[in-house]
Structures are given as C-alpha cells and as structure tokens.
C-alpha cells in the first residue's frame, strides 16, 4: 500500500498523515456510544495499518486514554501522539450534551499529564494542547504555561498546543508560544476559514478537528444548524460523483494551511472511505471555489 500523503506540522518538523485519528470515539458511554473492546482494538489496529500516524484524545474522552494504552502501546514508534490538558483529574464524566469543567492550575495539569502517560503506556505525548480554548488572562493567572514548561524540560512532552476556538484564537496566536492549534473547520462550519491561515502564519501546525462535519447529511435538517447550509447551498450538481462525504472530507483537505484532519471513528469501512477521499487529493481549484461561493450565499462563511 502507498504511503497516505503528509505534511509539516508547523514549525515541530513532525511530517504527519493529512488524515489522523480522533479518539474520542472510543470514549463509550455515558458520553458516546457503547464501544466493545473488540471495537475499540480493530478500529486503532485498522488505522495504524493504513499508515496514519497521528492520533489525537483526551483525559476527558472516557476510555479512550486506556484503549490506546491497552491495544497499541507496542506500535508507539508508529504514530504522534496528542492529548489535553486542563481536564479535572479523577472528575465524573458530565451528562450527554454538556462538558466537564477545566482547572489550568499546576498541579492539575501536571497530575493529568502523568495520568494520560500510565493510561496510554508511554513516556511521552508528542504535542499536549490546553482543552476547551481558556483566555490567555486565565493561561497567566494560574503559571499554565509554566506548569507546561516544566513536563517539557522532563520530556514528558515534545510540543505544546491550543485546542482552539474564537474569541481567544486571536489572543492565542499573538501569545507567539504555542506549536500546534486544533481549530474546528469544515464545508458547514467556516467560522474559522481566515484565522486558520492567521495562525499558520505564526509558524503553529494546524491540525483540524470537525472537519468531517460529524456526520453525512441525512433527511430535513433542522433550522440553524451546519447541515441547513448544507441544503440551502445546493450542492448536489456540483459533486462530481462524490458522496457529501467525500466532498465534505476533500474541501477540508483542500485548504492549504492544514497539517492533518482528525476524525474519528468506530467502523472500518467508514475508515476506509475516509482514506479514500484523501487519496483523491483536494478538489480541483474550479470546483473549490464555486462550492465556497454557495456556501457562502447559504450563511457558511468565514
């Protein structure tokens, strides 16, 4: 099988696959879906022998930490590894729909750090990045950074990141010290299109997360939400033989900033799609830019 197609996270020199694995999937309930261990051992065997070779979790992701621990700490040398920071250690997983609290204190940082690394069996994460995007007035006033420092110099972590949104984007590119930002991105979720390149520029690698949109569109979809602009933008005509899918996952690839786009997954076959629609390669610059101008015309702009 051909090597997937890479690029350089950044400034880090990390040459990852342009599709990555989002773990969050393995989380099982009560947060997500109910995920055998059989399930849970396939699907991250399956993407490691595709050849992706970036996975990205969470302290707050359920089972997800110890899954990777327990199926694939012997194929370390094989895939970047990146977590978060800022999850209260030891907290109860909040209810479905809603989010656990973050603690950027020193010590809790720290105790995460050291908790994901017996989880998952390995000395180190490749990139750790602050969860839940905190303003940089709360990063100062609990010395986050320092505590972040710290693990650095004991080589416990290679690259620090944000897991980042708007409004504090902006302030966290300024910052000037962070390697890698994860950014919400996709056809239906645009927000952030601009301040991607913004952030890039600064020399970070950013890695995508939503970029699959959560999901094909199916049915009516409901007032408000990604998925109108998806049918108010009236694609069908212009897919090529695509699948929304496929189209979905290949303008995500198309921007030019992006180092990888995680998505996350428990079916094989969907996996494999997935590689497929990145062996296509971006969407042919035509066809790139009228599908931006629907979607713009729909209420999906940046």
Request: glycine share 10%; aromatic share 6%; proline share 5%.
């Amino acid at each position: 099988m051909a090597d997937l197609p890479k690029r350089e996270v950044g400034r880090t020199g990390l040459q990852v696959t342009m599709l990555g694995y989002g773990a969050m999937e393995l989380r099982g309930v009560p947060r997500g879906r109910e995920v055998t261990e059989a399930q849970a051992e396939t699907i991250l065997h399956a993407a490691l022998d595709a050849g992706i070779n970036y996975i990205d979790t969470s302290i707050d992701y359920g089972l997800s930490e110890e899954r990777i621990g327990r199926y694939i700490a012997g194929r370390r040398s094989e895939y970047y590894l990146a977590s978060k920071c800022g999850c209260v250690v030891g907290a109860t997983p909040a209810p479905r729909g809603q989010r656990n609290p973050h603690v950027f204190t020193r010590d809790n940082i720290t105790a995460g750090v050291e908790q994901s690394l017996v989880r998952m069996k390995t000395d180190y994460l490749d990139v750790l990045q602050f969860h839940a995007s905190p303003s940089k007035q709360t990063l100062e006033e609990h010395d986050a950074l320092d505590a972040v420092r710290a693990l650095k110099r004991a080589g416990k972590v290679r690259f620090v990141g944000m897991s980042s949104t708007l409004p504090h984007l902006a302030d966290h590119i300024a910052m000037g010290v962070f390697d890698v930002f994860q950014i919400p991105y996709s056809a239906v979720e645009r927000d952030h299109e601009t301040v991607i390149t913004a952030a890039a520029q600064s020399g970070a690698g950013i890695v995508i997360r939503g970029g699959a949109a959560k999901g094909a569109p199916s049915g009516a979809a409901q007032a408000g939400t990604p998925w109108e602009r998806w049918q108010k933008a009236r694609l069908d005509d212009v897919l090529e033989g695509m699948t929304p899918m496929e189209f979905i996952l290949r303008l995500t690839f198309t921007h030019p900033d992006m180092a990888t786009n995680i998505v996350g997954t428990i079916n094989a076959e969907h996996l494999q799609h997935n590689i497929n629609a990145l062996r296509q390669g971006p969407l042919p610059p035509n066809l790139y830019a009228e599908a931006k101008r629907r979607l713009v015309a729909a209420g999906s702009a940046p």
